[in-house]
């Protein structure tokens, strides 16, 4: 196998136009510039994805500038050569753009290793091999009547679970929940993206979703709203889920295990698959449940976060399905379930046939 001392490092903007315009409680997105990071050496590339968020105070410059002045990297020859590069350059990152242009780095470093070793990412990381699992699919923000006819779509396109964004109005989003039980009789979550800001709102509509086959709730109230949360949790009628409440690489667990049932873990916002590896063992030992979930990524992003699926209690790796024409492919999906080819090399997305990589 031959050798490189010296990795280049590639950074450029990947463009995603979505299939339709979508809306979450505090904003709405027509199409997405995110970053594609490459690290190319003994003839391997190596390639990750960063979608900066502005919720985190991330910006697509910051991460843009911080990314392409690397320039090179010294080559790792195996995965703690790799963390501790990570650990050097990854801080620097962080510091400049918010933890998105680490994961992207990581995720290209990483990618770059097992494709030159020979090896599955999955099993470079020391995870268990990813089956086929179920993933949810998210309905925007929209219309009644849209929602409901596209909440009838990915029934009959074979999804078994659907996550539906509310705007934390009651009158409206019950006004969307009704119209898409018309159409579509398949489970979901609710993401309110902290929109309700009453505990007495969030007890309320919380109870009424439970009898319209809601299964758990995602992000019910403001983040910083510790002590409504804890009381939420004690009183609610379906289990709550922590999305924005879990950043960083260094959560407070004991504040999570108090506030929430489970987390959801993206590697957006820890920096990696290595730091969202240990992010679901700490999880898991603090008895939360894991949901492993995703930014508005191409299937790379997709394919990197589901090498980590094995262990995980529920996914929501839906992302691509959002996009109008995706860069990657290498995922698949079938029954109700996505899967990947787990034996290649790599993370397994590779650029679609008819992506123009210019």
């Not at 994805?49 to 020859?77: D, H, I, K």
């Not at 849209?146 to 396109?157: D, G, W």
């Not at 979703?209 to 809601?214: G, I, P, T």
Request: hydrophobic letters at 45%; aromatic letters at 6%.
């Amino acid at each position: 196998m031959s050798q490189a001392d010296e990795l280049a490092v590639r950074c450029r903007p990947l463009p995603l136009a979505l299939r339709r315009p979508f809306t979450i409680a505090r904003s709405t997105q027509h199409a997405r510039e995110n970053l594609l990071v490459e690290v190319i050496g003994a003839q391997v590339i190596g390639r990750g994805e960063a979608a900066p968020n502005p919720r985190y105070g991330e910006r697509f410059e910051s991460a843009l500038a911080a990314l392409s002045a690397l320039a090179t990297l010294p080559a790792p020859s195996d995965l703690q050569a790799a963390e501790q590069l990570l650990a050097e350059r990854g801080e620097q990152l962080v510091a400049a753009a918010g933890q998105t242009a680490k994961n992207a780095l990581a995720c290209a470093l990483l990618d770059w290793l097992a494709r030159h070793l020979r090896q599955p990412l999955w099993k470079l990381l020391g995870c268990a091999e990813p089956r086929p699992k179920a993933t949810s699919i998210t309905l925007g923000i929209a219309d009644p009547v849209l929602m409901a006819e596209e909440a009838q779509r990915y029934q009959q396109a074979g999804h078994t679970l659907l996550k539906l964004k509310l705007s934390g109005d009651p009158e409206s989003d019950r006004a969307r929940v009704r119209a898409i039980r018309q159409r579509c009789q398949l489970p979901v979550c609710v993401d309110v993206n902290e929109g309700w800001r009453e505990l007495s709102i969030a007890e309320r509509e919380i109870e009424w979703l439970a009898n319209q086959q809601a299964i758990f709730v995602e992000q019910p109230l403001p983040t910083g709203d510790t002590e409504k949360l804890a009381a939420l949790r004690q009183s609610t009628a379906l289990p709550l889920f922590a999305d924005e409440a879990l950043s960083g690489a260094e959560p407070d667990w004991d504040k999570l295990a108090r506030c929430y049932h489970g987390v959801n873990v993206k590697l957006d916002k820890c920096g990696g698959p290595l730091e969202a590896k240990r992010l679901i063992e700490s999880a898991q030992e603090a008895q939360l449940k894991v949901m492993i979930g995703c930014m508005l990524t191409s299937s790379l992003g997709i394919a990197n976060a589901f090498q980590l699926s094995a262990t995980a209690d529920h996914l929501d790796l839906d992302a691509h399905f959002l996009i109008a024409a995706d860069p990657f492919a290498g995922l698949s999906f079938e029954a109700g379930a996505l899967s990947i080819d787990t034996q290649a090399a790599g993370c397994g997305a590779s650029f679609s046939a008819e992506y123009d990589d210019g």
